[in-house]
């Protein structure tokens, strides 16, 4: 399975947000230079994704910038991910407006992929965002 470059950006923006000391936030700006110079407008967007999920708050203003909403423990990567990619049909069979395959109703691919894709989110959901952190690290409760 693909991830979008999106949901991808997104999960490293968890990570260094959970890395973080207790209370302290990141600027948009700050975790833009931490992953190599992305663009500040595209991961304002993903930024705003991932407050719209919850797993994300912002605070506003010249000194605000990004925190965790919930605890590295209580973020579920499967959840994460789930959200982040509802809109992504795995193939054009998948699409909720239908699809020009020719090979349905009768195509036995589409329940193997759609057994795969279930797996590959049962894998994550056994994971939180606390898994994700170096060892040694300690997962803290957001402020």
């Known amino acids: 399975m693909r ?7 997104a999960l490293r923006v968890l990570m260094l947000l959970a890395n973080e000391p207790e209370g302290h936030h990141l ?6 230079d ?8 595209h ?6 994704d991932l407050t719209r999920i ?7 203003g010249a000194a605000g910038g990004v925190l965790l909403a919930l605890p590295p ?3 579920r990567l499967g959840s994460v991910v789930r ?8 193939v054009e069979c998948f699409r909720p407006e239908g699809c020009r395959c020719t090979l349905l109703p009768g195509c036995r691919l589409r329940w193997m992929l759609d057994q795969s ?17 170096p060892p040694g690290a300690i997962a803290r409760a957001p402020i």
């Open 3 to 9: 991830l979008l470059a999106s949901t991808d950006i």
């Open 27 to 32: 600027s948009v700006e700050a975790l833009a």
């Open 34 to 41: 931490a992953l190599g110079g992305l663009s500040r407008h």
């Open 43 to 48: 991961l304002h967007k993903i930024v705003q």
């Open 54 to 60: 919850g797993v994300t708050r912002t605070i506003r």
């Open 73 to 75: 423990s209580d973020i």
């Open 83 to 90: 959200k982040l990619e509802a809109e992504q049909s795995l």
């Open 117 to 133: 894709r279930d797996s590959f989110y049962e894998t994550l959901d056994r994971n939180s965002l606390a898994d994700c952190l």
